[in-house]
């Protein structure tokens, strides 16, 4: 930059000043030419500091604030259910994410999700912005957030895209007992700490499970179907999440972590439902290619409504095996067990393989079987996915 603009000024330096000079006029001449050498040796001074502040700006990154990337994925489904063939092609999710640095201790996180492509009545598609917060650090070690946030709960919750997790399909018990994706309005604190131990507490809108006095069909135990999305939110009475993680070995993780919401109703009156209390653990151990996951959690529903009719106690958890012997290619195999009604115990068994051409691109394929209990659905899927 700087040796293409030091010719060029002096070009337009010369030019504009010896049409006005006589040719005759050695003295003169000299004395312009004095005055030139003068404003050219001031001008380069000037474009030397305008090229080091920009050439700083931008190794410095100060004009990178705004922050874009995203996730999505495609899944092929063909199970056969007591019989009955079911074959779907759904492009099940696309994210876009946006973040904006205000500062270098504060910045702004969202994401923008559309399942299911087409949002109308009868599609069954949504768009939802899944995170949206504003996020402080009062130290390097410790952030506050608030806004729209993830539960800190389970293994897929918080990080959920496609290239970081085996099988087609989340998780099963993390798409039931714990409710992924599962996000709330609320405030959290998150302090990590020197020995590999970090901790998060958050308070939040509880879930708000369907009134039985206003439809025959409504399960007033479905949690699923509680959560309440921050949308116009009822928050008569707030939830209380916790969790506590330890990542000081190598390849390890362990987690635990809990939720207390004190009526499922969240009505200023006595209803139909009261507390509901979350509890489970997860651990996850790397030993050079071959990783081991193990996830458990437990709700424990209060009150006599609860227990009659067989829901008070819903739990479920699920160990993996995936091996993975280079950077493009993994295995799996996935035993899921889980229960949402007493005397209804259902079981998942999942086997496939991924495939990474890049790193943040996956393709994926897997069979599942179930037993009468999980709807019996077997078969097989398909799906790509992407991060970026």
């Known amino acids: 930059m700087k040796t293409m603009m030091k010719p060029l ?30 404003l050219e040796n001031t001008l380069n001074e000037r474009l030397d500091v305008l090229a080091d502040a920009v050439e700083k700006q931008q190794t410095s990154g100060q004009d990178n604030k705004v922050h874009i990337g995203g996730y999505g994925e495609m899944h092929y489904n063909n199970l056969d259910e007591n019989g009955e063939d079911t074959r779907t092609l759904d492009f099940h999710r696309m994210v876009l994410f946006f973040g904006y640095d205000f500062s270098d201790r504060a910045r702004f996180v969202t994401e923008f999700e559309v ?20 996020e402080f650090d009062l130290k390097d070690n410790m952030q506050l957030r608030t806004g729209m946030l993830l539960m800190p709960v389970g293994l897929v919750n918080e990080t959920h895209e496609p290239p970081t997790f085996y099988g087609v399909e989340r998780p099963v018990v993390e798409t039931t007992i714990i409710p992924t994706t599962w996000y709330s309005n609320g405030i959290s604190f998150t302090h990590r700490l020197s020995n590999g131990i970090s901790y998060d507490l958050m308070i939040s809108e509880g879930l708000k499970t369907e009134d039985p006095t206003t439809s025959s069909d409504a399960d007033p135990f479905d949690l699923k179907a509680g959560k309440q999305k921050g949308s116009n939110a009822d928050a008569f009475d707030l939830a209380t999440t916790a969790r506590i993680r330890y990542t000081g070995v190598a390849g390890l ?9 004190p009526d499922l109703d969240q009505s200023a009156v006595d209803s ?12 996850v151990y790397q030993w050079n290619s071959i990783t081991t996951k193990a996830l458990y959690a437990r709700w424990d529903l209060a009150g006599d409504d609860a227990k009659a009719a067989g829901k008070n106690v819903q739990d479920g958890g699920y160990v993996e095996i995936n091996w993975r012997p280079s950077e493009q290619w993994g295995v799996f195999a996935r035993q899921s067990n889980w229960s949402q009604e ?25 069979v599942q079987m179930q037993n009468d209990d999980a709807g019996n659905a077997d078969g097989f899927n398909l799906g790509m996915g992407y991060q970026f």
Not at 116 to 133: C, K, M, N, P
Not at 276 to 282: F, I, N, S, W
């Open 342 to 366: 007493t005397g209804v115990d259902a079981a998942q068994s999942d086997v496939g393989v991924n495939y990474w051409p890049l790193p943040d691109i996956v393709f994926k394929a897997d």
């Open 115 to 134: 399942e299911h492509i087409l949002v109308s009545a009868s599609s069954g598609g949504a768009v939802e912005i899944e995170q949206a917060y504003l």
């Open 272 to 283: 139909y439902a009261e507390s509901a209390t979350l509890v489970g653990a997860h651990a």
């Open 9 to 38: 000024a002096s070009a337009v330096l010369l030019a504009g000043i010896s049409s006005t000079v006589l040719a005759d006029d050695q003295q003169t001449i000299q004395a312009l030419e004095q005055r030139i050498q003068e």
């Open 253 to 261: 993780e362990l987690a635990a972590y809990a939720q207390y919401q």
